[in-house]
């Protein structure tokens, strides 16, 4: 049998399909999988728990604190970030992917009319930059995140901040990408206005 529509069909060479195999019954499968087989609890035999990739509850509890110590480690060696025209800011956007490069042009606008802004792009969103802008919420008076969704980002900031400033939160959907000077519309009216 040869596909040449659909999703496989968007391939590079026709796929061919093997024969057609009949479903296996439930005595095949029990047969073939033995005692583990994920079909119920059959009446003659006890319930089984799958409760992860270890049975052992304490063995799985061991395995979950070695990744919670990666997990620490990584927060202190893998985070990625960096900081544009922040030395003297008294804003900050928090902005990552395109919308950093687009509130790049926003901070060249904002600065035309005196207000000092900078940007804090985080490389990785984990491990998420929060040292550094906590640090930087000691410095400025207020940060914008901008996004492109619903504002996933800002509640990490406002972590981040602990309530020390100001955060709010600019974003466009659908794929609408926002105009520095909405940017900094909104930089006015939400942080500094506010």
Known sequence: MILADGVIGQMMEKVQ????KPRWTDEEIEKISGDWALTGKKANRQRHIATSLELDSY???VFNQKLQA???EMEEKEVR???IACEDADYLFVAY??????????VQLAREKGIKVGILRPITLYPFPTKEIANLAKKVKGILTV???AGQ???DVRLAVNGLIPVEHYGRFGGVIPTPDEIVEALEKQIIGA
């Open 153 to 155: 980002m800002v509640e």
């Open 81 to 83: 970030c960096e900081e």
């Open 147 to 149: 996004e492109m969704s």
């Open 59 to 61: 063995k799985q509890e």
């Open 17 to 20: 399909l093997s024969d057609y």
């Open 70 to 72: 990666k997990y620490r």
């Open 97 to 106: 992917g395109s919308c950093s490069r687009i509130c790049q042009k926003a």
